[in-house]
């Protein structure tokens, strides 16, 4: 399994996201533009000292991600999903794709990976918008690993 963020915004996150990535052995996928530093004071501290355990790889464009990506199956996670996380199979070999925290995801990366592979994560209607994006990201991480009875752990 991969984590993919597209263009993420707030290294808080992506530090988090990148400390649920070393407990799980996932590969963390970042699309620039982002606007800070990689090794910015709060990416690291929010990713504490696991940044050495993770798997990452920065790409400049989502096309550059994609060139050598597209061959994978993926799925975006986003509030306008049709169909719930929980309602699809998820393998391990899958990649999941968030997008920036204000936005989402790009009509390009919809169209590459196909309106059938966007899923949502569901929240009590008439509250949130959205969860937070490092909330997301390990929400459909450890479905996945619940869904493969958590082999190799």
Known sequence: MEVTLYQPQIPQNVGSIARTCAATAIKLNLIRPFPFDISAKAVKRAGLDYWPLVKWEVFESWEDYWRSN??????????????????????????????KETTGVSEEVIDCIGGNGVVFIPVLKNTVRSLNLSNCVAIAVYECLRQQEFRGF
């Open 70 to 99: 597209k061959d994978k199956n993926h799925w975006i996670i986003e509030t306008f999903g049709k169909r719930s996380l929980f309602e699809v199979r998820l393998h391990l070999d899958d990649v999941l794709v968030f997008g």
